[in-house]
């Protein structure tokens, strides 16, 4: 923002210009002012309230600000400091002096003062402003420019001081960020607009009305550039949005139908693998039954005592059937040997000899 000259209001206009906002009036300024005027009466009194050097000066006007709207270097420097900033004298052997003269563009902004004149230089967006209030708007100045223009102020008789800080963010600041100014006329002094009313020429306001509507037409643009390409970035993120949704879809669908399909494919090996394990189950739990079956010693040597069992009971039988054989023969008096010797059973010994032996078997 830049405002014209009322008055000689330019320090507030200058801080104003700086804060690019309404922050400072008049009676703010004036306040600081007194405040100022109070400290130093009151330095001066410690002399003496009758010592000559502190009447002279009560009688002397305020060195600060006067009727006029003029306002002193310590006010302006306490202003700032109200927003944490500091001024900094350009020429000083101040690091950031020395930084500000090798490469002005590196600062913010600058504060330059002429007798009861105040002006700012400030950094917008990416391009630096004369913001001088006598002017009929703000001026551009090219990087290359802004250090002749520095160095032209001082040979002006302009003490330059360095704003060092953090500024307020700004709507200018940001707007000139993404659409960066042009100035195809540069803006004149006041005073040359009014002298050319007052020779009642046309020419001033003609190339004014000029000025004007050319950047009018160039803000038009611009803010039709600015619309059209918000309004292309968000067609093209809406539509990448849509592309993207689409194609998580598609993704999400060829997992669940993979998912299914590798399912389907499973259940019949499941089902195999189900049943041979039964199978495998089945046929390993015969042969272990089988396997217990064989392997039981006890019920071999039952078996094998029941044998011998019954062969011993086999034995007595014949034993006693060819006994009474005999004895019918030797009472008929047969004294054949073929038929005793037939019939002859085997012998006790033989008979526990062989149980012996199944045993130990």
Known sequence: MSKLQEGSLCAQHCLNALLQGQYFS???????????????????AEAGLQSEAYRRFLEQPSSNYDDSGFFSVQVIDNAVRVWALELVPYNSKNPVARNARQDPTQQKAYICNFREHWLTIRKLGYQWFNLNSLLTGPELISDTYLNMFLTQLQEEGYSIFVVNGELPECEADELLKVIPAVQPIKPRLITEKAANKMEGTEEGDEDYQLALAESKHLVENDDRALQKALQMS????????????ERNEKDTDFQINKGQSDLEGLQPMLVRQTSTSRDN??????????????????????????????LDSSNSDSANIASQTNKASCTKGDNSVTGATRQMPMSTKETEDLRQGALRK
């Open 26 to 44: 008049p009676t703010d300024l004036a306040d600081i002012a007194s405040q100022l005027d109070e400290q130093e009466r009151q330095q001066m």
């Open 234 to 245: 968000m067609e093209g993120y809406i539509e990448e949005s849509r592309e993207r949704m």
């Open 281 to 310: 189950r089945t046929a390993s739990s015969s042969e272990s039954s089988d396997s217990a079956r064989v392997a039981d010693p006890e019920e071999v040597r039952q078996k094998r005592l029941t044998f011998l069992n019954k």
